[in-house]
Nanobody, 120 residues
Protein backbone atom coordinates (compact mmCIF):
# COMPACT_ATOMS: atom_id res chain seq x y z
CA UNK A 1 0.00 0.00 0.00
CA UNK A 2 1.32 3.43 -0.93
CA UNK A 3 1.38 6.22 1.62
CA UNK A 4 2.31 9.84 0.97
CA UNK A 5 2.91 11.78 4.17
CA UNK A 6 3.79 15.47 4.36
CA UNK A 7 5.18 17.37 7.31
CA UNK A 8 6.61 20.77 8.10
CA UNK A 9 3.71 23.15 7.62
CA UNK A 10 2.88 25.87 10.09
CA UNK A 11 2.21 29.53 10.71
CA UNK A 12 4.93 32.13 10.13
CA UNK A 13 5.36 35.84 9.54
CA UNK A 14 6.06 37.27 6.11
CA UNK A 15 9.75 36.98 5.25
CA UNK A 16 10.29 33.85 7.31
CA UNK A 17 11.03 30.33 6.10
CA UNK A 18 9.53 26.86 6.27
CA UNK A 19 10.72 23.48 5.03
CA UNK A 20 8.20 20.89 3.90
CA UNK A 21 9.05 17.22 3.75
CA UNK A 22 7.23 14.34 2.10
CA UNK A 23 7.87 10.64 2.31
CA UNK A 24 6.42 8.15 -0.17
CA UNK A 25 6.29 4.60 1.12
CA UNK A 26 5.48 1.54 -0.93
CA UNK A 27 7.09 -0.85 -3.34
CA UNK A 28 8.83 1.67 -5.57
CA UNK A 29 12.16 1.06 -7.22
CA UNK A 30 12.10 4.73 -8.13
CA UNK A 31 9.56 7.54 -8.54
CA UNK A 32 9.48 9.37 -11.85
CA UNK A 33 8.25 12.73 -10.65
CA UNK A 34 7.74 14.21 -7.21
CA UNK A 35 6.23 17.58 -6.64
CA UNK A 36 4.40 20.06 -4.50
CA UNK A 37 1.03 21.60 -5.26
CA UNK A 38 -0.95 24.13 -3.26
CA UNK A 39 -4.55 25.10 -2.93
CA UNK A 40 -5.86 28.25 -1.31
CA UNK A 41 -9.50 28.55 -0.21
CA UNK A 42 -11.77 28.94 -3.22
CA UNK A 43 -8.91 28.39 -5.63
CA UNK A 44 -7.82 25.49 -7.82
CA UNK A 45 -4.88 23.30 -6.92
CA UNK A 46 -1.76 24.57 -8.67
CA UNK A 47 1.68 23.11 -9.22
CA UNK A 48 4.29 24.91 -7.13
CA UNK A 49 7.38 22.90 -8.03
CA UNK A 50 8.35 19.46 -9.19
CA UNK A 51 11.49 17.45 -9.79
CA UNK A 52 12.00 14.36 -11.92
CA UNK A 53 14.18 11.34 -11.29
CA UNK A 54 17.02 12.96 -13.16
CA UNK A 55 16.88 16.11 -11.06
CA UNK A 56 15.25 18.42 -13.58
CA UNK A 57 13.18 21.02 -11.74
CA UNK A 58 10.19 23.18 -12.53
CA UNK A 59 8.99 26.15 -10.50
CA UNK A 60 5.86 28.22 -10.73
CA UNK A 61 6.77 31.76 -11.69
CA UNK A 62 5.49 33.13 -8.37
CA UNK A 63 7.99 31.12 -6.29
CA UNK A 64 11.11 31.29 -8.45
CA UNK A 65 14.08 32.52 -6.43
CA UNK A 66 12.29 31.90 -3.12
CA UNK A 67 11.48 28.17 -3.07
CA UNK A 68 13.84 25.26 -3.65
CA UNK A 69 12.75 21.70 -4.35
CA UNK A 70 15.00 18.70 -3.75
CA UNK A 71 14.63 14.97 -3.43
CA UNK A 72 16.33 11.98 -1.86
CA UNK A 73 15.84 9.10 -4.28
CA UNK A 74 17.18 6.48 -1.91
CA UNK A 75 14.53 7.36 0.66
CA UNK A 76 11.74 8.36 -1.76
CA UNK A 77 11.50 11.75 -0.13
CA UNK A 78 10.96 15.22 -1.54
CA UNK A 79 11.51 18.55 0.16
CA UNK A 80 10.41 22.12 -0.40
CA UNK A 81 12.49 24.86 1.17
CA UNK A 82 10.37 28.00 1.26
CA UNK A 83 12.16 31.27 1.96
CA UNK A 84 10.94 34.86 1.97
CA UNK A 85 7.39 33.66 2.46
CA UNK A 86 4.57 36.00 1.51
CA UNK A 87 0.91 36.09 2.60
CA UNK A 88 -0.06 34.92 -0.92
CA UNK A 89 1.80 31.67 -0.20
CA UNK A 90 -0.88 30.77 2.33
CA UNK A 91 -2.47 27.49 1.24
CA UNK A 92 -2.69 23.79 1.87
CA UNK A 93 0.39 22.20 0.31
CA UNK A 94 0.09 18.73 -1.19
CA UNK A 95 2.83 16.30 -2.08
CA UNK A 96 2.48 14.31 -5.29
CA UNK A 97 4.27 11.25 -6.66
CA UNK A 98 3.58 10.27 -10.25
CA UNK A 99 4.94 8.22 -13.10
CA UNK A 100 4.82 4.88 -14.82
CA UNK A 101 6.06 1.61 -13.41
CA UNK A 102 5.86 -1.80 -15.04
CA UNK A 103 4.41 -3.40 -11.91
CA UNK A 104 1.64 -0.83 -11.35
CA UNK A 105 1.17 1.04 -14.62
CA UNK A 106 0.51 4.76 -14.44
CA UNK A 107 0.44 6.02 -10.86
CA UNK A 108 -0.49 9.33 -9.27
CA UNK A 109 -0.49 9.51 -5.49
CA UNK A 110 -1.31 12.42 -3.18
CA UNK A 111 -0.68 13.25 0.42
CA UNK A 112 -3.30 14.57 2.80
CA UNK A 113 -1.92 18.10 2.70
CA UNK A 114 -0.21 20.38 5.19
CA UNK A 115 -1.33 23.90 6.01
CA UNK A 116 1.02 26.84 5.48
CA UNK A 117 -0.14 30.18 6.81
CA UNK A 118 1.83 33.38 6.29
CA UNK A 119 0.75 36.52 8.08
CA UNK A 120 1.82 40.05 7.24
Amino acid sequence: QVQVVESGGGSVQAGESLRLSCRVSGSFSSIDAMGWYRQAPGEQRDLVADINIGGRKFYHESVKGRFTISRDNARNMVYLQMDALEPDDTAVYYCNAAGVQSSRGVYDYWGQGTQVTVSS
